[in-house]
């Protein structure tokens, strides 16, 4: 499951590109914060069996969703999930991990949880996922296939889009 950081309605668009501090970043909004609480309510409740860590990029709005839906001491954050704008000319790299972990197999029985951004996986899977159709706190699910990469099974909405799931920054 990848699933893209929750709501960012009527804040602030990036300002710098560095993923150690928060000010300066697109961060979620407080319907966001909610948002990845009750995304972790669900797929608990949803029964679905979740493989540790999740891996959660280091830009705060996925972050925080991951932190905020699954716990922090359930979250590993790697810099193989960064959004593309902040890979500073490591976008191939970026790009690469994006997909070995779209394409890792996973524990049986277990789901992998990657919590980032939409724009890798558009470039990765094309304009099936742009605009809405990967709404923010919208979950991709993949199946893995090894060497042979992965596939994009769907997009679910386990949580309510707010906002459209799009908004614009300020």
């Known amino acids: 499951m990848y699933i893209r950081h ?8 990036d300002t710098y590109n560095d993923s150690a501090g ?5 961060n979620i909004s407080s319907m966001g914060r909610e948002q990845a609480v009750e995304l972790g309510k669900r797929i608990e409740e949803l029964g679905i069996p979740v493989e540790e860590p999740i891996l959660s990029g280091p830009v705060y709005r996925a972050r925080d ?10 979250v590993s954050v790697t810099d ?18 994006h997909r070995r972990l779209f394409s ?3 524990a049986p029985g277990k789901n992998r949880v990657l919590v980032g951004h939409r724009t890798p996986a558009q470039m990765i899977f094309g304009n099936v996922l742009s605009g809405t159709s990967l709404p923010e706190a919208g979950v991709m699910v993949l199946a893995p296939r090894g ?14 889009a707010i906002n459209g799931g799009n908004p614009p920054c300020l």
């Open 6 to 13: 929750a709501d960012t309605s009527g804040q602030q668009c």
């Open 65 to 74: 969703t991951a932190e905020l839906a699954f716990g922090v001491e359930r």
């Open 80 to 97: 193989s999930l960064l959004a593309d704008d902040y890979s500073r000319g490591r976008l191939d790299w970026v790009l690469s991990e």
């Open 22 to 26: 928060r000010e300066g970043q697109r």
């Open 147 to 160: 060497a042979e990469g992965s596939d994009l099974l769907g997009v679910l909405e386990i949580v309510p």
């Open 104 to 106: 890792e197999p996973m």
